[in-house]
């Protein structure tokens, strides 16, 4: 009876073996060289607009008439890949990121389909990009962050806004500046605001840093927690196991 079961686990995973190497060898390599094709274009996009600021205004507009919904205070890379691919979660921001990554990190002519395989996959470039430390992330990221961050429409209070307000026309983003004055009781008092980009763009580096160090303190704290716990389980067994062997002898 066992030599049978053994036959049959042993048949079934050697064919299962054999059907992922098919798997690995046609319909997944091909879905990934698609991908990789379809990334690689997003990328040579990338390198032509982030050379010049006319021509991402121009996608701008050219995302507005698709009618493609994304927050325009995001990064260059995440907007490309939103009007390509459209909202697909966290895969958006992980092609975004491998558009980034590899616009920075690649050699001469290097290809992004050729930078990807040598890293491994989209998945590998997105984990070891993650693992970054805080003294690496650049202000772009920093933005990307707190435009993700306030995607939700999240708001600590609303207010009008006044003509006067909006005096930037080369500012392509939905945010503003307001200056709030604290008057000493806990409460704000909105004085006055800015779409300035260059203001726009330092709050949004600034938030994004805080929002990412607020993160970064969580995850340390959870993971400490979650230490501390298997810490505790950990001696809870070892003394029921040494009461047991008291008990028993």
Do not use: P
Not at 102 to 110: A, I, S, Y
Not at 147 to 168: K, P, R
Not at 178 to 183: E, G, H, I, N, Q
């Amino acid at each position: 009876m066992k030599n049978d079961i053994k036959i049959e686990l042993y048949n079934t995973l050697n064919t299962l073996v054999a059907q992922r190497e098919l798997w690995e060898n046609g319909t997944y390599k091909q879905a990934n060289s698609e991908l990789y094709a379809i990334l690689e274009q997003c990328g040579e996009i990338y390198t032509a607009l982030k050379a010049d600021k006319k021509t991402a205004r121009i996608f701008n507009a050219v995302a507005a008439e698709l009618g493609i919904s994304f927050n325009k205070g995001t990064s260059l890379a995440l907007k490309i890949v939103r009007v390509v691919f459209g909202a697909q979660s966290n895969r958006e921001f992980a092609y975004a990121r491998v558009i980034k990554v590899w616009f920075v990190e690649r050699t001469d002519g290097q290809t992004l389909t050729n930078y990807v395989i040598e890293q491994g996959g989209v998945e590998n470039v997105r984990r070891n990009a993650s693992k970054q430390t805080t003294d690496t992330l650049s202000a772009d990221d920093y933005r990307e962050i707190a435009a993700e961050a306030f995607e939700g429409g999240h708001a600590l209070a609303t207010f009008s806004v006044e003509d006067y307000m909006l005096s930037d026309d080369e500012n392509d983003t939905d945010y503003m500046v307001a200056l709030v004055r604290c008057d000493g009781k806990g409460d704000g008092v909105v004085l006055g605001g800015s779409n300035k980009r260059m203001l726009v763009n330092t709050a949004l580096a600034v938030l994004g840093k805080d929002i990412n160090d607020l993160q970064k303190a969580t995850n340390s704290t959870g993971a400490q927690n979650s230490k501390r716990t298997e810490a505790v389980n950990n001696i809870t067994q070892f003394v029921a196991k040494r009461q047991q062997k008291k008990a028993a002898a």
